[in-house]
């Protein structure tokens, strides 16, 4: 059974660029959350997408948008990067069954 | 405003001790409580969750929990460390709202353990 998977593991984008991340739940999971992790912090929640809907978003700009498509896949897209965005993104699943999430390996991000 | 502390940025222990990594926490109502674990340039891994019932809570490798509903607080144990232990370990609250899957996690800073043998 696969857990979460992203891609990429790792990129570089230069300031100003557009990135887009790439999450897939595990097998029966239906809900996806999207973290940014800076270095040496906590993760921080971006947003939430259940049933093709953001549900929840935390404090980040407009520049910070998602999808979730219809076999619960889900994007991540930053626009007009910045330094500051440089971090490890972390997705996350769960499922009406479980009240645990759990976490793809991440994609580290950094902005030059 | 929710909130998750972890007063020690490190924990250091010998190999065999016990070892404790503290959490307090500040959510409204009764939030599900959870500890993560992370190992250099990898996502994290669930290790135990307390949601109701028994104060303490076993899950992965050995670890364990204390929940202490009056000082708000979820430490997380272990009676013997191993060197495999050593890595960064984050604690997590979610509020009730929602539902069991909506909802976001909040986390602490992170401690990182390290076990010398």
């Known amino acids: 059974d696969a857990g979460v998977t992203q891609s990429p593991t790792h990129l570089i984008k230069t300031r100003g660029q557009q990135v887009t991340l790439r999450c897939s739940p595990k097998?029966?999971?239906?809900?996806v959350s999207w973290y940014q992790q800076a270095l040496g912090q906590g993760p921080q929640f971006i947003f939430q997408?259940?049933?093709?809907?953001?549900?929840q978003r935390g404090n980040f700009p407009d520049r910070f948008s998602g999808h979730q498509f219809p076999n619960y896949s889900s994007e991540l897209n930053v626009n007009a990067l910045l330094l500051g965005d440089s971090a490890l993104y972390l997705c996350?699943?769960?499922?009406?069954?479980?009240?645990?999430?759990?976490f793809g390996q991440g994609t580290r991000l950094t902005v030059v | 405003a929710q909130s998750v502390a972890q007063p020690e940025d490190q924990v250091n222990v010998a190999e065999g001790n016990p070892l404790t990594v503290k959490c307090t926490y500040s959510v409204s109502g009764n939030p599900y409580l959870f500890w993560y674990v992370q190992y250099p340039n990898r996502g994290l891994q669930f290790l135990l969750k307390y949601i109701t019932g028994d104060n303490l809570v076993k899950g992965s490798y050995g670890f364990e929990a204390e929940f202490n509903k009056s000082q708000t607080s979820f430490h997380l144990k272990k009676p013997s460390a191993l060197v495999s232990d050593s890595a960064l370990y984050f604690c997590a609250v979610r509020d009730r709202t929602g539902g069991s899957t909506l909802g976001r996690l909040y986390f602490g800073r992170g401690t990182q353990l390290t076990v010398w043998p």
């Open positions: 996350a699943s769960s499922s009406t069954l479980n009240t645990e999430a759990f």
């Open positions: 097998s029966g999971h239906d809900t």
């Open positions: 997408y259940y049933e093709e809907e953001e549900r």
